[in-house]
């Protein structure tokens, strides 16, 4: 009897438990199925607007993907043939662009190009994003902003990359740690408020592959770039006021030949403006400089997308600006990426936010060196921000550098909430500047206008971090005792994982006899 009650027991636990585990997977089952139809209800909701590229663009050879001058090879835009990616199972236009992994100044103006892929799409809800790149080893895959905490899904056997998005914004694939075929992403808000191609006041360009030589806006026009568009040209307003370039097209500059410290061809430039309203459209491979301002007030740049290869390619650059706004926008440059300078008279009253920067060379926020290249009386730079800035990658010279080489008075500026992701100050010819953070007034400089120096006041750094990369010095200088870099307060610095609560511990680099209140904390 007592073996009897003790196998009856033994199977009562058997079935209790086969019971709970059935209970259990049920649980999980269920789960799973809940979450899977969250999935499929987010893209059952989401909508999609790709673009498809210019028929006339040449494909992309192994031969074209050499890095070397750009007159060694086909400087051109191109379709990109290595690299595909599909949202939401539809396959996506890829271009080829011209970049620049050199860290040293040419003084041919021709240092070795490269090449990397990016594309575009409008959506809403949700995208899932397969990008594809065969033949390559993957070991790793970084999708930046990092913020966003994107793990891709990574299929060795084919090369390919899954991952989905939510949020309209600008994604970078790097691949293996290393910046070479970088895939640049441009993910649009589906677009709104498109122009009547039949308005009087609209210059109205449809898909295609367009060569203009100059499109001049006049007070109260639009220019409008239909996406799948690319124009080579540039885009001018003079003297004028009111005006809008928007749309979702390409400007290439590659038609043109590198500037050479002679001809700029300035994709977007507008001189002595107001009200002036750009907008989402991209540029790539400007033959100097990119985005100009000079003189000009009331503007805001939204959602501009910049690459640019070439020597003297800054990105963003107000001269003698005020009343500007600067957001959402993306800038890869081969020079300074956001810089503020003044030409002719002041600059004031600047808002650079929510902005990611690839700097390849120079710096990524620059103010100065010119703060009075005109050589006016009374010259100043006042009141200029840049917050909730994701810098991807910096190689060469400061992330935050405030210069003065002229007589001009800098002051009230502020850097806040900025995320450097990979920071590599110091490479190749920066041994110079190789600092992350450099406030200095120049005792002498390529770049000088006026005998007299001027001073630097009132900078405030706050929420600075720096995720990886190196650990470099940081500086901060005056001219002499009458024209000081003083009230300078760092707030909440990290740099790799390390809380900088003194100069030291940041590895800071200050000249006592010409600053003065310098706080860090």
């Given at each position: 009897m007592e073996k009897?009650?003790?196998?009856?027991s033994?199977?009562i636990?058997?079935?209790?438990l086969?019971i709970?585990i059935?209970v259990?997977?049920g649980?999980i089952?269920k789960?799973?199925?809940s979450?899977?139809?969250?999935n499929?209800n987010?893209?059952?909701?989401?909508?999609?607007?790709?673009y498809e590229?210019?028929?006339?663009?040449?494909?992309?050879?192994?031969?074209?993907?050499?890095?070397?001058?750009?007159v060694?090879?086909?400087?051109s835009l191109?379709?990109?043939?290595?690299?595909?990616v599909?949202?939401?199972g539809?396959d996506?236009?890829?271009y080829?662009?011209?970049v620049?992994?050199?860290?040293t100044w040419?003084?041919?103006?021709?240092?070795?190009i490269s090449?990397t892929?990016?594309?575009?799409f409008?959506f809403?809800g949700?995208?899932?994003?397969?990008v594809?790149v065969?033949g390559?080893?993957?070991?790793?895959?970084?999708?930046?902003?990092v913020s966003y905490?994107?793990?891709?899904?990574?299929?060795l056997?084919?090369?390919?990359?899954?991952?989905?998005?939510t949020?309209p914004?600008?994604?970078t694939l790097t691949?293996?740690?290393?910046?070479?075929?970088a895939?640049h992403i441009f993910?649009n808000?589906?677009?709104t408020?498109?122009?009547d191609?039949?308005?009087?006041n609209?210059?109205y360009?449809?898909?295609g592959?367009w060569n203009?030589?100059a499109?001049?806006?006049e007070?109260?026009?639009?220019?409008?770039?239909s996406g799948?568009?690319?124009?080579?040209?540039v885009?001018?307003g003079?003297?004028t006021?009111?005006?809008?370039v928007?749309?979702r097209?390409?400007?290439?500059g590659?038609?043109?030949?590198g500037w050479?410290g002679k001809?700029a061809?300035?994709p977007?430039?507008?001189?002595?403006?107001?009200?002036?309203t750009?907008?989402?459209?991209i540029?790539?491979?400007?033959?100097?400089?990119?985005?100009?301002?000079y003189?000009?007030e009331?503007?805001?740049i939204?959602g501009l997308r910049?690459?640019?290869?070439?020597p003297?390619g800054?990105?963003i650059?107000?001269?003698?600006?005020?009343n500007?706004e600067v957001k959402?926008?993306?800038?890869r440059?081969w020079?300074?990426?956001?810089?503020?300078k003044n030409?002719?008279g002041s600059s004031?009253?600047i808002?650079?936010?929510?902005?990611?920067l690839?700097t390849?060379f120079?710096?990524?926020?620059?103010?100065g060196?010119?703060?009075?290249?005109?050589s006016?009386?009374?010259?100043?730079?006042?009141?200029v921000?840049?917050?909730?800035i994701?810098?991807?990658?910096?190689?060469?010279k400061?992330?935050?550098?405030?210069h003065?080489?002229?007589?001009a008075l800098?002051?009230?500026?502020?850097?806040k909430?900025i995320i450097?992701?990979?920071?590599?100050?110091?490479?190749g010819?920066a041994s110079t500047?190789p600092?992350?953070?450099?406030?200095?007034?120049?005792?002498?400089?390529n770049?000088s206008?006026t005998k007299?120096?001027g001073?630097?006041?009132?900078v405030?750094?706050?929420?600075m971090?720096?995720?990886?990369g190196?650990?470099?010095?940081?500086?901060?200088?005056?001219?002499?005792a009458?024209h000081?870099?003083?009230n300078?307060t760092?707030?909440?610095l990290?740099?790799?994982g390390?809380d900088i609560?003194d100069?030291?511990?940041?590895?800071?680099?200050?000249?006592?006899d010409t600053?003065a209140n310098?706080v860090i904390?």
């Amino acid at each position: 009897m007592e073996k009897t009650k003790g196998k009856k027991s033994e199977f009562i636990m058997i079935i209790l438990l086969v019971i709970a585990i059935a209970v259990m997977c049920g649980f999980i089952v269920k789960k799973k199925l809940s979450e899977q139809g969250k999935n499929a209800n987010i893209f059952e909701n989401s909508k999609l607007v790709l673009y498809e590229g210019p028929k006339s663009l040449k494909d992309a050879t192994e031969e074209d993907l050499k890095a070397t001058s750009e007159v060694m090879r086909d400087f051109s835009l191109m379709h990109c043939m290595d690299t595909t990616v599909t949202v939401n199972g539809y396959d996506c236009y890829v271009y080829d662009t011209n970049v620049n992994h050199s860290r040293t100044w040419s003084n041919s103006y021709y240092p070795s190009i490269s090449r990397t892929p990016i594309t575009y799409f409008d959506f809403e809800g949700a995208a899932e994003i397969k990008v594809t790149v065969p033949g390559r080893e993957l070991e790793s895959v970084k999708i930046s902003p990092v913020s966003y905490g994107i793990e891709p899904q990574i299929d060795l056997e084919t090369s390919t990359i899954t991952f989905t998005i939510t949020e309209p914004d600008n994604y970078t694939l790097t691949f293996n740690g290393t910046p070479d075929r970088a895939l640049h992403i441009f993910a649009n808000p589906i677009e709104t408020d498109i122009p009547d191609a039949n308005d009087e006041n609209v210059v109205y360009i449809g898909p295609g592959e367009w060569n203009i030589e100059a499109i001049v806006l006049e007070e109260g026009q639009t220019l409008y770039l239909s996406g799948g568009a690319v124009v080579h040209g540039v885009v001018n307003g003079n003297n004028t006021k009111n005006v809008t370039v928007k749309g979702r097209g390409i400007i290439d500059g590659s038609h043109y030949e590198g500037w050479k410290g002679k001809t700029a061809y300035v994709p977007l430039k507008f001189d002595n403006c107001e009200n002036v309203t750009l907008e989402d459209i991209i540029v790539l491979n400007a033959n100097a400089w990119v985005c100009q301002a000079y003189c000009s007030e009331n503007g805001v740049i939204d959602g501009l997308r910049i690459i640019s290869p070439r020597p003297n390619g800054d990105g963003i650059s107000l001269q003698s600006c005020q009343n500007y706004e600067v957001k959402n926008c993306f800038v890869r440059s081969w020079d300074d990426s956001l810089v503020v300078k003044n030409y002719v008279g002041s600059s004031k009253d600047i808002y650079f936010h929510d902005t990611q920067l690839w700097t390849d060379f120079a710096q990524s926020m620059e103010l100065g060196y010119e703060t009075n290249k005109g050589s006016l009386n009374n010259v100043s730079m006042t009141n200029v921000t840049f917050e909730n800035i994701t810098v991807l990658n910096n190689f060469h010279k400061p992330v935050v550098s405030v210069h003065n080489a002229d007589d001009a008075l800098v002051s009230d500026i502020l850097f806040k909430n900025i995320i450097v992701e990979d920071n590599r100050v110091g490479s190749g010819d920066a041994s110079t500047m190789p600092y992350l953070i450099d406030i200095n007034i120049a005792q002498s400089s390529n770049w000088s206008t006026t005998k007299e120096r001027g001073t630097i006041s009132n900078v405030t750094i706050e929420n600075m971090q720096v995720l990886s990369g190196n650990f470099p010095k940081s500086r901060i200088n005056g001219f002499d005792a009458e024209h000081k870099a003083e009230n300078i307060t760092i707030k909440n610095l990290s740099i790799l994982g390390e809380d900088i609560k003194d100069f030291e511990g940041g590895k800071f680099e200050i000249n006592q006899d010409t600053t003065a209140n310098l706080v860090i904390e």
